[in-house]
């Protein structure tokens, strides 16, 4: 199983790479650099998650469906080569936009229209695998390898492009990103020889077909699978959707050069994954909600303590906040996607886990867009400092609501629900 779980990892790895220059590096030149609205760039930025709605739609269609004798496979890599795609063209966004506007905004929906197609396929068909290959027991320890190694590649990644882009010209931006894409392909390729075993001749003939209002229902008929569908929303908006902002935060705050800001990532990223391993030692020995918990717990004072260093304009502070944001990130992460994993049920693993990352992309769209317009709104009537500062505090807010939903959400309440006879003929309601 440890081979699984590498290869797995490997996957995980090949996506996460592709989203590091996109979301950090190319942000940060067009928001500064090249001062483009931060609305506009978050909108591009967020264009991705306007697909989610497909994840649930795959996994349930993967779940009775193989192609050539594999559910998820051709799903990944299809979701890999398109985000290769988009990684590799997302360059050329910031130059058309800085020369000719409207040119600038058709090759960003190109770009970032492709990686997001990709996003959606690849992540649900991987994390559906990743549950089926993992088995009940086995999540946590899955989970805890597949987010370790992502990190470490995302940290990685971060200090290979900060290098490559040192100093800043057009074309080493071009070749960092063109490097990043090859090297993911070839992750993913390797993640993904031997690891799926084929499906049996007919395993599909007893799996439900659901409709795509009947994939809905399946959720909003089952109260903790609604309760945890919103939590995911919250909480990910906020510790995701500061992704667009920190790094152009950071240069205005603080007046750091690209290669500092890209190192932002890095410096969280580390402490992500200190949180992860600590997580994964704590697997079984408390639990995940509290784990969780304390995980949300620690973003929240990471935003208060970066909102701190912005209005006194202490550097020192504001690594300090980011130090929390990774910690509380990691342990997040791991007790959450462990919950989330066993928000599942037999021969619909596809379909819940195709809703959660439905939330997952919701979040990352609302937190990225909210993030840009408040930045702008504020910033117009104030300065640029304070829009960033309103956006932290705002996502702080986000992260103390979800922190109040958590207590909500009960496992076994959900399995019982579930299972009763009478639940497909609620979502068969539902659906009408």
């Not at 991705?48 to 739609?57: C, D, L, M």
Request: hydrophobic fraction near 55%; include cysteine; aromatic fraction near 8%.
């Amino acid at each position: 199983m440890l081979r699984k779980r590498l290869q797995l990892g490997l996957i995980h790895v090949a996506v996460a790479m592709t989203l590091v220059p996109i979301n950090s590096t190319l942000n940060r030149v067009m928001i500064y650099e090249l001062a483009i609205s931060a609305t506009v760039v978050a909108i591009l930025a967020s264009l991705p998650y306007v697909f989610s709605p497909i994840q649930v739609a795959i996994g349930s269609y993967s779940d009775r469906h193989p192609l050539f004798g594999l559910r998820r496979s051709p799903y990944i890599l299809a979701g890999l080569l398109l985000c290769v795609l988009g990684l590799m063209i997302a360059p050329q966004v910031a130059f058309s936009m800085s020369s000719n506007f409207w040119l600038g905004v058709l090759v960003g929906l190109l770009a970032f229209g492709a990686w997001g197609m990709g996003y959606n396929l690849a992540s649900v068909s991987y994390l559906s695998l990743a549950s089926e290959l993992s088995g009940d027991e086995g999540h946590g320890k899955t989970i805890a390898v597949m987010w370790f190694m992502m990190i470490v590649s995302i940290i990685l990644t971060a200090i290979a492009v900060g290098q490559m882009v040192d100093p800043y010209t057009p074309q080493a931006l071009v070749q960092a990103f063109r490097a990043v894409g090859l090297v993911a392909l070839a992750l993913g390729l390797v993640g993904l020889i031997g690891l799926e075993p084929r499906a049996r001749a007919g395993s599909d003939s007893r799996a439900e077909t659901f409709t795509l209002k009947e994939m809905a229902g399946a959720i909003l008929s089952n109260r903790t699978a609604t309760t945890f569908f919103w939590y995911l929303l919250l909480l990910l908006a906020a510790i995701l959707g500061q992704d667009v902002l920190l790094e152009p935060f950071g240069a205005q705050a603080f007046g750091l050069s690209v290669r500092q800001t890209t190192r932002i990532t890095s410096l969280w990223g580390t402490f992500v994954l200190l949180a992860i391993l600590i997580a994964g030692a704590l697997e079984g020995r408390i639990a995940k909600r509290k784990v969780a918990q304390a995980g949300n717990l620690g973003a929240l004072a990471g935003f208060l303590v970066i909102l701190l260093s912005g209005i006194i304009r202490n550097p020192s502070v504001f690594y300090s906040g980011v130090t929390l944001l990774g910690l509380g990130t990691g342990l997040s992460t791991v007790a959450n996607l462990s919950l989330m994993f066993d928000l599942t049920l037999p021969g619909s693993v596809g379909l819940f886990i195709g809703a959660w990352g439905f939330s997952n992309a919701i979040s990352r769209l609302v937190g990225s867009v909210l993030g840009g317009v408040v930045r702008d709104l504020v910033a117009g009537l104030s300065d640029a400092l304070t829009g960033y500062l309103a956006v932290f505090g705002i996502e702080a807010g986000l992260l103390l609501a979800a922190t109040l939903l958590l207590s909500r959400i009960d496992v076994a309440a959900f399995r019982r629900q579930a299972q009763e006879p009478e639940f497909l003929e609620r979502v068969a309601i539902a659906a009408e």
